[in-house]
């Protein structure tokens, strides 16, 4: 059982449009994470939210917490090839001492 | 500065042969993660070091997986008899503290590729 489920599982865009993706769970988490992930290579953070209801920016991309922290978004606008690559949700529960990943979204962006 | 760093970047070998990975973490960071990722797949937690020891072994699949650190510092993930199933790019990460209230940035290496034939 998935701690943490990411939707869309795959998605291919054309450069220039806007997308979502999200990041679920049943539980609650203390604070979660975005990262990004190139072929080849580990994963790089993006962002930390840590307070319900938290937004942050980073260039064209926003990222939400939910109200009740069991939940985030990652919206990206006008993106870009160098957006491609699988994003991973990552969140910390409090009951336990390790942070658990998302199964990914692997974005494709087309020029 | 130097960053996560893992070796082999890639290993082909045998199935029943014995493989050891190797990852040293960035200087100073106290936790230490082991991940493997199969093909176009997330990550599945494997095992957690906090210093020298291991408070979190839940993720390693089988006995013939195990994992060592040494000097706070180097860590060898090890797989005994090798299946082909265990074929996947194997990821280390460090961070400064462990995860507690406040979640932490992990570091991650770029992995080493195993294949087992």
């Known amino acids: 059982t998935q701690l943490l489920e990411q939707s869309p599982q795959f998605l291919s865009i054309q450069e220039g449009e806007n997308l979502t993706v999200y990041c679920n769970s049943s539980?609650?988490?203390?604070?979660l994470q975005w990262y990004r992930q190139e072929p080849g290579e580990g994963p790089v953070l993006l962002v930390t939210v840590v307070t319900g209801g938290e937004v942050k920016k980073l260039k064209r991309l926003t990222f939400q917490f939910g109200d009740a922290r069991k939940d985030s978004s990652l919206h990206i606008t006008a993106a870009q090839p160098g957006d491609t690559g699988l994003y991973l949700c990552a969140g910390l529960k409090t009951s336990y001492d390790k942070v658990i990943f998302g199964p990914g979204t692997s974005l494709s962006v087309i020029p | 500065g130097a960053g996560v760093s893992q070796s082999p970047s890639n290993k082909v070998t045998e199935k029943g042969k014995d493989v050891e990975l190797r990852c040293d973490p960035i200087?100073?960071?106290?936790?230490l993660y082991w991940y493997r990722q199969r093909l176009g797949q997330g990550l599945e937690f494997l095992i957690y070091f906090q210093g020298n020891s291991a408070p979190d072994k839940s993720g390693l699949p089988s006995d013939r997986f195990s994992a060592e650190r040494t000097g706070e510092s180097v860590s060898t993930l090890t797989i005994q008899r090798t299946q082909q199933e265990d074929s996947a790019v194997y990821l280390c990460?460090?961070?400064?503290?462990?995860?507690?209230?406040?979640?932490?940035?992990?570091?991650f290496g770029p992995g080493t590729r195993l294949t087992v034939l």
């Open positions: 990460a460090s961070s400064l503290a462990p995860p507690r209230v406040r979640i932490n940035e992990q570091f």
């Open positions: 200087s100073g960071h106290t936790a």
């Open positions: 539980s609650v988490f203390s604070s």
